[in-house]
């Protein structure tokens, strides 16, 4: 009776050891599948803030929306008027504002440069939100600046244009 406890024992002890390797293993990949959170405000009939909040979800994104306008979130979180577009976001404490591509987004969160964080001033036809079939394909040149906490901006990435 004694051996048979042991070996139940032993092969019990095996299989949660087992498990428990299984489960750490998995740990990263279940990291790396959780949304990353983003608050976004905007005006409540935008269509095209829509389709960019759309946009970040389908890349791993979760957005909070507030559907308040984004004129006086611009201003509290220090974006210039010349910069604005038709929605802000704040992402891990960066400021998004306007039409940025999630590849930029990820890049900024990947390189996390000391910086207020990025715009694509205006609404570009052909970025991402004003892609719709209603612009029949069509894309403007437009380019993703990186807005130092100073006020000043360079540009971050260039996106060539397509009649």
Known sequence: MREMNSTSRSTRRVFLLGMLALGAASMPALAATQAIAMRVWKDPNCGCCKDWIAHMEQSGFSASVADEGNNAARARLGVA??????HT????GYVIEGHVPVADIQRLLKEKPKALGLAVPGM????PGMDGPAYGGRRDAYQVLLIQKDGSAQVFTSYAGKA
């Open 81 to 86: 008027q010349k910069f604005a577009s038709c």
């Open 89 to 92: 976001a704040l992402v891990q």
């Open 124 to 127: 570009p036809i052909g970025s």
